[in-house]
């Protein structure tokens, strides 16, 4: 068990920036998620933390203990890595023992039997241990996976999209397994993923990476309530929050087209008018959008329905505001369809602010 | 439904026809030479060749020992003649010779299994190593490096013989297992860099990441992971070095002359005072094609999934 911190770390391939003066500090027993799409440089985050790849500068904290320069061996960490990496050579059973006979560990015989059996129990795969890795299933490969790693006490876990290879089904059950495991283990984890409902789910604190830098770390309320730019605000949240460009007119926003005027609150406008700018980037979550029959006084615009997604509990609407659409999800009682004239909704009290040149976010 | 599998079989019938045939096109030679090896001494020669003839097991001894013609009117009295053992009968029948000692052919044929398996193991033990190298490590200039690596193999032997040759006299290689051993592991290892390379390539190098987080060293993952997943390209690697070694005649024959001769820069020389003995010759070559076929059969089952060159791998 040991805290993490990564300072100032940064990574070049070829031309390729993939990581740009990254500072991360991980707690103590939490769950971390880094979140970013493909390329961010997450593995290589991972990777690098757990000495298999050399950063060009910067350095590597664990445990309040510089390691940069140590080998991986001897950071003291586990890996469970996108693709199962089972040793194929080896059987289930010796899988497991595989990381506490290296020499460095050297763990008795009858330890070990002890520690195997444990895991095995741990993760239901006791039935598993004389098969060899290649008969198994996904599933179970990947369990076999985290039982090497939790077989030993590592100083943290890394994981790099472990369950990323499992079916939907099997990785919605694995997701909640981690999370129990993480609590029973209070250990450390850093897990890496492009799959924003893995991190909301099981992250204590979320990191969202883009193009090799730190865009934002919270708690997965934070990122999804406050995101502090327009791509975290993009990159959290299925569907994606709409973003509309919104110009002055007089006190109130307008879209380019005029189809959309938002009355905005008192202290939104005046937080706005600290900026002075003549345009924003407005952000609402699709359900702070709701469609009605009735024009409503304010916020309320005219639409069509012009596609239609049902999700079972909630329905998923393109509305055409004049040239522009907008996602919203509703309840699927309100019994809508395509080419209804309706009016839009938009819950102004929940929007978000960005500013059009920076893309951060204005408060 | 009945057609289909009619169909089927015809076509397996066909296919099974064309294997025997090619088989048969390809056992001739073989068949030849092992047929030669049990002819008699009188039969050899004739021609059109006996189709029916008594085995005879004279032209094995002949390829074992040096022996010598009874000059005429010294023949074997009676008594002599039951004194003898069934060997020297045996071939004092057909020839009329008398054995004078052993022949030159388990020193031959020792040569040849020093030189063969000690370079086969250097080629090995050097093609794996720098192969995982070639494979694993962003060594500069690599695709220069492994083209020139391959390069050492487009020369024919004759052609670089001769200084070669002449380097050996110069540092004293001449005729020496070591010098053999040496030159068959230079020309073999490009081929074994480039055939494990590939075996290599094909292993995931996850697996090795894995074991480093898992607390071994570089050294110990390439072994304990690594090398068992390799077995199979490295026991078809080592089949065709060991053969390549086995039946390689031009530097042989150039560069050994009595201590470090192989078998097969010797076996053509089966002059006898009666003329060339082509059952001594062809007896030699039976027995020279032995160590090829055992080492062949006891790796089959890594060659057959060995030679696809990684492909069946999952």
């Known amino acids: 068990m040991a805290n993490l911190k990564i300072v100032s770390v940064t990574k070049t391939f070829g031309d390729i920036e993939a990581l740009k003066d990254l500072n991360l500090e991980i707690h103590d027993g939490e769950f971390f998620v880094l979140l970013g799409p493909t390329g961010a440089g997450k593995t290589t985050t991972l990777r690098i933390v757990s000495g298999l790849e050399k950063m060009d500068s910067g350095q590597i904290f664990l445990d309040d203990e510089d390691v940069s320069d140590w080998v991986p061996a001897t950071r003291d960490v586990a890996f469970v890595f996108q693709f199962y990496t089972l040793y194929p050579n080896l059987n289930v059973r010796q899988n497991l023992e595989f990381p506490l006979k290296s020499p460095i560990r050297n763990t008795p015989q009858d330890q070990i039997d002890k520690k195997v059996a444990e895991v095995a129990k741990t993760l239901h795969i006791e039935h598993l241990l004389e098969r060899e890795t290649v008969n198994l299933s ?38 909640s397994e981690l999370s ?16 924003q ?7 204590d604190r979320i990191g969202v990476l883009n193009e090799g830098v730190l865009l934002q770390i919270g708690s997965p309320d934070e990122i999804y309530h406050r995101p502090t730019s327009t791509f975290v605000a993009r990159f959290v949240g299925s569907p994606r929050m709409n973003l509309l460009k919104v110009h002055w007119k007089n006190d109130v926003l307008a879209s380019p087209g005029e189809e959309m005027v938002f009355e905005i609150t008192d202290a939104q406008r005046e937080m706005l008018r600290k900026y002075d700018k003549p345009e924003f980037i407005i952000g609402m979550r699709p359900e702070d959008i709701s469609v009605h029959d009735e024009r409503r006084e304010h916020n309320c615009f005219e639409a069509e329905i012009y596609f239609k997604q049902s999700m079972g509990a909630e329905d998923i609407l393109n509305l055409r505001f004049g040239k522009l659409v907008v996602q919203a999800t509703v309840p699927p009682t309100h019994g809508t369809t395509v080419g209804q004239k309706i009016c839009g909704y938009f819950d102004i009290d929940h929007a978000h602010f960005f500013d059009v040149d920076t893309e951060l976010r204005i408060e | 439904m009945a057609q289909v599998r009619e169909n089927k079989g015809a076509r397996k019938a066909i296919v099974a026809v064309v294997l025997i045939i090619f088989t048969i096109i390809y056992m001739i030679p073989l068949f030849y030479i092992v047929n030669t090896s049990f002819r008699p001494w009188a039969d050899i020669r004739e021609y059109p060749p006996k189709l029916i003839y008594q085995p005879s097991v004279a032209a094995f001894i002949r390829i074992f020992t040096a022996r010598a013609v009874y000059p005429p009117g010294q023949a074997p009295t009676e008594q002599e003649l039951k004194d003898m053992s069934t060997i020297e009968r045996i071939v004092y029948k057909e020839t009329n010779e008398r054995i004078v000692r052993t022949g030159d052919l388990p020193r031959r044929y020792l040569n040849s299994l020093i030189i063969c398996v000690l370079s086969t193991m250097i080629t090995i033990l050097l093609g794996t190593t720098a192969a995982y ?12 490096w492994m083209f020139f690596i391959l390069s050492t193999r487009m020369l024919p032997p ?71 997943q390799s077995v199979t390209g490295i026991a078809a690697t080592a089949v065709f070095v060991f053969i390549f070694a086995w039946n390689e005649y031009a530097f042989a024959f150039m560069l050994t002359r009595n201590t470090a001769q192989t078998v097969p820069a010797w076996l053509p020389y089966q002059m006898g005072v009666l003329g060339f003995d082509w059952g001594a010759a062809a007896a030699g070559t039976t027995l020279f094609l032995i160590p090829p076929m055992v080492l062949t059969i006891l790796l089959r089952n890594h060659l057959v999934r060995g030679i696809s060159f990684g492909a069946v791998r999952k």
């Open chain 1, 138 to 175: 996904g599933g179970e490969m990947q369990r076999v996976g985290i039982g090497r790693a939790i077989v030993r006490t590592p100083k943290a876990f890394l994981m790099d999209e472990p369950l990323s290879n499992l079916d939907a089904k099997l990785r919605e059950e694995m997701r």
């Open chain 1, 180 to 195: 129990r495991l993480q609590k029973q283990l209070g250990q450390t984890f850093f897990y890496v993923t492009h799959d």
């Open chain 1, 197 to 203: 409902t893995e991190a909301m789910t099981m992250a």
């Open chain 2, 133 to 144: 190298g070639f494979s694993r490590f962003p060594v500069k200039g690599k695709d220069d």
């Open chain 2, 158 to 228: 004759v052609i670089v013989g001769i200084p070669v040759f002449l380097m050996f006299r110069n540092v004293g290689l001449n005729d020496s297992h070591l010098g053999l051993i040496l030159l068959y592991v230079a020309f073999n290892v490009s081929f074994a860099v480039w055939v494990l390379k590939g075996f290599i390539d094909e292993i995931p190098r996850e697996y090795e990441d894995a074991a480093l987080v898992d607390g071994y060293s570089r050294f110990q993952a390439f072994r304990k992971i690594v090398l068992p």
